[in-house]
């Protein structure tokens, strides 16, 4: 199982957005929560299959429609580290 920390950075301020990225995440089976900080950025600590965690980057890259998504920042996080 990995885990990884994505930082997403684009126009997120739909409240529509977090409960899209979290419907996204319990369809592909992975587990996080995700975070919008103050400065907009939205952070979220996903663990599950590599593969899958690949997939959740490819779908919050597409969607939803009324968010703009200009980067997704990737961290591999090891045995146990905070993001």
Excluded: C, K, Q
Excluded at 30 to 48: C, F, K, M, N, Q
Excluded at 61 to 66: A, E, K, M, Q
């Amino acid at each position: 199982m990995a885990v990884e920390h994505f930082t997403i950075e684009g126009d997120l301020a739909a409240d529509s957005f977090l409960p899209w990225v979290v419907r996204h995440m319990h369809r592909l089976g992975l587990y996080g929560i995700p975070v919008r900080r103050a400065d907009g950025r939205v952070e979220i600590t996903l663990s599950g299959p590599a593969e899958l965690i690949d997939a959740m980057e490819m779908g919050v890259s597409l969607g939803p429609i009324d968010v703009w998504v200009e980067a997704i920042g990737r961290r591999r996080l090891e045995n146990g580290e905070a993001s």
